[in-house]
């Protein structure tokens, strides 16, 4: 768990675009518009806040 300023966190966001544009244009894939607003809505909302809390959850199926 960490705790970021909206400046971290916004740059944090920022990369994490680039790197999902990159995967997006390696697969052959566009975004939806749901994708678009959905990101549209997560980064207004790293606008207004002062903190954010970032919870890593790595999930495992256990399957091999």
């Known amino acids: ?3 970021l300023t909206r400046s ?3 740059v944090l966001d920022e ?3 680039e790197a999902h544009k990159t995967w997006r244009k390696r ?4 975004r939806t518009a749901y994708e678009r607003r959905q990101m ?3 980064s207004d909302s790293l606008q207004q806040a002062e903190w954010i809390i ?3 959850y790595e999930w495992e199926s256990g399957l091999n």
């Open 8 to 10: 971290e966190a916004l």
């Open 27 to 30: 697969i052959g894939r566009r």
């Open 15 to 17: 990369r994490s675009r």
């Open 40 to 42: 549209a809505r997560f």
């Open 54 to 56: 970032l919870y890593d």
């Open 1 to 3: 768990m960490q705790l």
